[in-house]
Nanobody
Framework: QLQLVESGGGLVQSGGSLRLSCAVS????????IAWFRQAPGKEREGVSC????????DYADSVKGRFTISRDNANNTVHLQMYSLKPEDTAVYYC?????????????????????WGGGTLVTVSS
């Protein structure tokens, strides 16, 4: 059974940090692009970051560049999103998702409609 489970969300003050984790079961992450998305109340879901199946490419939305870092732990089938310098506008439910781009792929994307598998989300709240 394919499953993605996010964890690490919570309440943090503006300027603080959090690390989100996406634990994957039922498949190995090194065959998949893994991406993070977020959805704030009343807003559309937006892509935040992605990592290619090879791990050689990462990409970020302009709104988080320089503040967020995505990383893979293939041995533990987990992908992390380290978030620094958090702002109130980062408040959202964060989701991880997977697209089967194949082993060794050197590109990634965060196009929601092309993701095959989704986690249930973890809430991040940044207070001002």
């Amino acid at each position: 059974q394919l499953q993605l489970v996010e964890s690490g969300g919570g309440l943090v003050q503006s300027g603080g940090s959090l690390r989100l984790s996406c634990a994957v079961s039922g498949f190995t992450v090194d065959y998949y692009t893994i991406a993070w998305f977020r959805q704030a109340p009343g807003k559309e879901r937006e892509g935040v970051s992605c990592t290619s199946s090879s791990g050689s490419m990462t990409d970020y939305a302009d709104s988080v560049k320089g503040r967020f870092t995505i990383s893979r732990d293939n041995a533990n089938n987990t992908v992390h999103l380290q978030m620094y310098s958090l702002k109130p506008e980062d408040t959202a439910v964060y989701y991880c998702a997977a697209d089967p781009t194949g082993y060794g792929s050197t590109w990634c994307h965060f196009i929601a409609k092309d993701m095959d598998f989704w986690g249930g989300g973890t809430l991040v709240t940044v207070s001002s």
